[in-house]
């Protein structure tokens, strides 16, 4: 394994998904990566009191929901053209966000909630492998 390949396996270190139950559907929730976490800080990064946590939930919820029973909605990662892998992006994370803003609050929270639980989970898979999460 050459150098770049090996950073690279790094990136699934910590990665974690976990199917939530809501009604009669099923959603996938997953960890999020370094450049999803700076997204979501930078949109809330002018925001305070109730307003920096409803913008941060939302915000958390667009990057962190990757399914809805079964169907994929981060399927742009798997478009090897970069222009377009990012126009795919865009698109279907506008779409998932307009939609994330319809929900009503409680439904925000819970699974907001559970996706704070699985993130624990992967600082606690962090650990078991060497990695200090401060």
Known sequence: MDAFEALKSLSKLGKRTK????????LLLSTMNAE???????????LSGNAYF????????????????????DSYEEINDEVERE???KQILEKVQKILGTWDENVISFLYSKWAELSKESEDDLKAN???VQ
Not at 19 to 26: A, D, P, R
Not at 54 to 73: M, P
């Open 19 to 26: 199917e939530i139950q809501v009604g009669s559907m099923k």
């Open 130 to 132: 060497g990695v200090v």
């Open 36 to 46: 999803q976490e700076g997204n979501v800080f930078v949109t809330c990064s002018d």
């Open 54 to 73: 409803n913008k941060l939930r939302l915000e958390t919820l667009k990057f962190a929901l990757k399914a809805v029973d079964g169907s994929r909605l």
């Open 87 to 89: 126009k795919s992006k």
